[in-house]
């Protein structure tokens, strides 16, 4: 059973930043076991779309959008995954959730809020 807790959301102007993280409680010894891990995100109105993945914990994969602003790394000791966001825009605002895909179950985080507006 894994559970995923996230912390880290908040108000920011737009060209801020924020650092999301995702606290992992597994039975397991280390987050590369985890087939694909990291972050969703969904806006009002709009469907639950991917982030950032790490995959097998080492190939990385973002959305278009992201890519050169956002970064996804993990500490294995701590069994925390996180999203370093810079350069953020007003369209990155929503509910981020981080997502762990352990075959034949996927699990997911409640959700933290990033809003970003002056």
């Known amino acids: 059973q894994i559970q995923l807790v996230e912390s880290g959301g908040g108000l920011v102007q737009p060209g801020g930043s924020l650092r999301l993280s995702c606290a992992v409680s597994?039975?397991?010894?280390?987050?590369?076991?985890?087939?694909?891990l990291g972050w969703y995100r969904q806006a009002p109105g709009n469907q639950r779309e991917l982030v950032a993945i790490?995959?097998?914990?080492?190939?990385?994969i973002y959305a278009t959008s992201v890519k050169g602003r956002f970064t996804i790394s993990k500490d294995d000791v701590t069994k925390t995954v996180y999203l370093q966001m810079d350069s953020l825009q007003p369209e990155d605002t929503a509910m981020y959730f981080c997502?762990?895909?352990?075959?034949?179950?996927?699990?997911w985080g409640q959700g933290t809020q990033v809003t970003v507006s002056f």
């Open positions: 597994a039975s397991i010894y280390a987050l590369d076991v985890i087939h694909r």
């Open positions: 790490l995959s097998n914990g080492r190939n990385q």
């Open positions: 997502y762990a895909d352990d075959p034949p179950y996927e699990h």
